[in-house]
């Protein structure tokens, strides 16, 4: 549509910029600035220029509570995208009335709450209704026991609620390649797991890269989970960026957290765009 | 071309995804308090409950008026900025289609914080139409990228064939593009609409003491002790998401919305 009339006309863009700068960068600036506002006891903040709030980062406490939100994320990214990938690249070669069902499955679990998740995954490990009960009801363990709160608990049920998200990151590349490629290698007589190693796995490997980093941003934001699944030490930065706004009453320290994840995320987030982008130009 | 060995991968994961849903089914159709698999003396009774509770009667409703407007927000937005993308292009639009796709790529517990911090600053935290219009902006991502999908897919051809007929910009925008686009409006709709009744962080750090939702209320009952009514909630949301995906999968093409360029349709 070169050299004539643009399709649409030039306001209506007004009204969608206008309400994403004021309703989500305003929102955004505003957390900087409680980020570095003095904070007042008992109330919320004085505005002002404080470094505390990112000071304490550097405490022991903040540390730990990193290094756990890092390994937990990491951990579930790396569980859910080696299930995701063989997962996808069969999903793909399945008719489309199969994908279709499947997608609607992947979907719904996707878009399920995380208290939902949680309720459903606890009470799966339960002591009276689920596995546990079913172990023991086997004969293989004495008597049934729960497996709710731990870092198994917590793991299974982010891997629940990542395992979608990572198969649909990985869908669109995997659904684009090529199907003669592994055709070919196929008929030249490599077997179905030789071909998914050598030539499957090599052409995705930007997508794998990329779709491990959302992964791990998605995790990273998990909330619920490790209240609900997991026990104290393992509550992550979503969970004490919220305990510190609301139940401790500390917004700047909050806000700097905040602050903080989102230049994690974002970074992370430019990279794995990057990543697709770059695959986009070669294919 | 797809091995025994594949197929069979792929029903394991499926049913290790339908298990806990299974499980919580079962313990939503207790007869008594207890939450037991298999479930005792079942009964219906706890879904009549939700009901007629009053204390989940109020977070049912909330959650849903939040969730309709909420939506519609999210639609009114993310359609101008869709066709402004689409029709003139340019770094502007581009700048406006990242930003109306980020809520979605960052922890969402940042945009909790910030939406906390911008209702504190105006007042209105605590108050329903802050959850609503938090709700509205975060989801925006979904109707944005179906609409994007939809505009990407018309021909133009069309738009051409209907200008040299003499149709003015306004009549082609109003008689070609939206009714070829509608059913991916329905479609971001429909997601924006799933998502918001499942939402929790934002809805909690807007609101959460005085806007009480479903996932609110079910989170503030699990300190307190589990319920069949949980079992319940969550099996209305899993019927309701499989009727709105089955629903888009049945009359549009959900592997071509979801990146796949290459379906056949078998």
Known sequence: MKGREATTPGWLGILPGTALVVLFLIPFGIMLAVSVAQRETGGFYQWGFDLSGYQRFLSAFFGGVLLTSVGIAAGTAAIAVALALPFTVILAGLSRRTQTAILVVLLSVLSLSEVIVGFSVSTLLSQTAGVGNILAWLGLTAEARAYTPSLFALMTGLTYLSFPYAVLVLYPPVARLDPELAQAARTMGASPLRTFFSVTMPLLRAPLLGALILVFVFALGSYLLPQVLGRPEHWTLSVHITDQAIYQSNLPFAAAMAAFLLLVALAMVGVALLLAREKGDRA | ?266
């Open chain 2, 1 to 266: 071309m797809t091995s025994r060995l594949g197929r069979a991968y792929v029903a394991l994961v499926l049913i290790l995804l339908a298990l806990p849903i299974l499980v919580v089914t079962g313990v939503s159709l207790n007869g008594g308090q207890a939450l037991r698999f298999p479930p005792q003396d079942p009964s219906f009774r706890w879904y009549g409950e939700l009901f007629r509770a009053a204390d989940w009667l109020g977070p049912l409703k909330n959650s849903l008026v939040i969730a309709a407007v909420a939506s519609l927000i999210s639609v009114a937005v993310a359609l101008p900025l869709a066709l402004h993308a689409w029709g003139r292009g340019g770094w502007l639009s581009r700048v406006l289609y990242t930003l109306g796709v980020a809520p979605f790529m960052l922890p969402p517990v940042i945009t909790a914080l910030g939406f906390l911090v911008f209702w504190v600053a105006l007042g209105m935290y605590g108050q329903m139409a802050a959850t609503i219009l938090s709700h509205g902006i975060f989801l925006v991502t979904l109707p944005l990228v179906t609409i994007s999908l939809g505009l990407r897919a018309i021909d133009p051809a069309l738009l051409e064939a209907a200008r040299t007929m003499g149709a003015t910009r306004g009549q082609v925008l109003r008689t070609v593009v939206l009714p070829l686009v509608l059913p991916y409006v329905v479609s971001g709709y429909a997601f924006a609409f799933v998502l918001s009744l499942n939402e929790y962080i934002i809805a909690y750090m807007v609101a959460g003491f005085t806007v009480e939702t479903l996932p609110i209320k079910i989170f503030n009952s699990l300190r307190y002790g589990y319920t069949p009514i949980m079992g319940v909630v969550s099996v209305l949301f899993v019927l309701l998401a499989v009727l709105v995906y089955g629903t888009i999968g049945v009359f549009g093409n959900l592997p071509r919305l979801m990146g796949a360029d290459r379906v056949e349709d078998r």
